[in-house]
């Protein structure tokens, strides 16, 4: 032991003297807490057969003991609605399903973001009440096809980046570029889009926003408020740091669709190098954020 642990031990020693147990015990557990402890869940393509639905329920009551504020749902909650050849009875099973499984969690609230395999666009016209993101607006409870919320001094903001080219509307991009700046300085902000903004997945796999130059500078811009952008869609993990800002692809809940893995997959459920799951956030009252993200089995 060098002089500085001498010193280090001896003080702590004397602390413990001057101080007594009970003191000790108390500044050791007065540990910052996070205003906000968020479940993201994404891509759950949900579907009646691999035994989905009950693998899926399991995972909420397995997030349900993280004693989690609301949940966050990054899109692609239905296996799909978008192929060429999807019935209106399908899409119809598809979404009872998912009502049936987050039964469960109706004392949450659900902020969810639009996924394209949610979508019905083979719908027999347009003017059929089932066509469209707005269908998937009425199914998901959301209050529109982009929006955002504040939660305990935290600020929201969910994205529809189904559109040309994987990039938001202009009406939609204006009303973003307003909601960041009526926020008081230094709001913390989080932004949730089912596409990777920026990240290190779309390199692997393509799949990210085509407008992240605009959505980048713009963040940056307001770059006191925004501090994480979630994501989605190409079912794979990463963190990456951008301008301080943190982008989270956080996997997928169906890992491999619900299936055994793809032929280069790392493990059972796994698409490429990442297993099934979910991330856990905790927000904090300086905008710091942790996001966890969290295998879940078979």
């Known amino acids: 032991m060098n002089r500085r642990d001498i010193l280090k031990h001896t003080g702590l020693m004397a602390a413990g ?3 007594g147990p009970a003191a000790i015990k108390a500044a050791t557990s ?18 009646q057969d691999e035994n989905a639905p009950e693998r899926f329920k399991k995972c909420l009551e397995e997030i349900k003991k993280k004693n989690v504020d609301f949940f966050l749902n990054g899109g692609d909650a239905i296996f799909d609605a978008s192929y060429d050849d999807v019935k209106r009875e399908r899409v119809t099973q598809l979404w009872s399903i998912w009502d049936d499984c987050i039964a469960s969690l109706k004392s949450y609230n ?20 089932m066509y469209g993101k707005d269908y998937v607006v009425k199914r998901l409870k959301i209050p529109h096809r982009y929006y955002s919320v504040t939660k305990n001094g935290w600020h929201f903001i969910i994205l529809d980046g189904n559109n040309k080219d994987v990039s938001l509307d202009e ?40 407008d992240h130059q605009r959505l980048k500078s713009l963040f940056y811009k307001h770059r006191d ?30 890992g491999f669709w619900w299936g055994k893995g793809d032929k280069d997959s790392a493990g059972t459920g796994y698409y490429l190098e990442t297993p099934p799951g979910y991330a856990i956030l905790k927000l904090y009252e300086n905008g710091e954020v942790e996001n966890e993200y969290i295998p879940h089995t078979y």
């Open 17 to 19: 003297t001057l101080l």
């Open 30 to 47: 007065n540990k910052r807490k996070p205003v906000l402890t968020v479940a993201h869940i994404t891509d759950v393509h949900i579907r």
């Open 110 to 129: 659900i902020y969810s973001c639009i996924g394209n395999h949610d979508i019905w666009w083979k719908a027999p016209s347009q003017e059929d009440n």
């Open 171 to 210: 009406e939609q991009y204006q009303w973003l570029e307003q909601d960041l700046q009526q926020l008081a300085p230094g709001t913390p902000t989080l932004v949730m889009s089912h596409y990777p903004i920026l990240g290190v997945t779309p390199i692997l796999v393509g799949g990210g926003h085509k």
């Open 225 to 254: 408020k925004v501090k994480v952008c979630l994501s989605g869609h190409n079912h794979l993990s990463d963190n990456a740091v951008y301008n301080g800002i943190r982008y989270c692809c956080n996997g997928a809940m169906s």
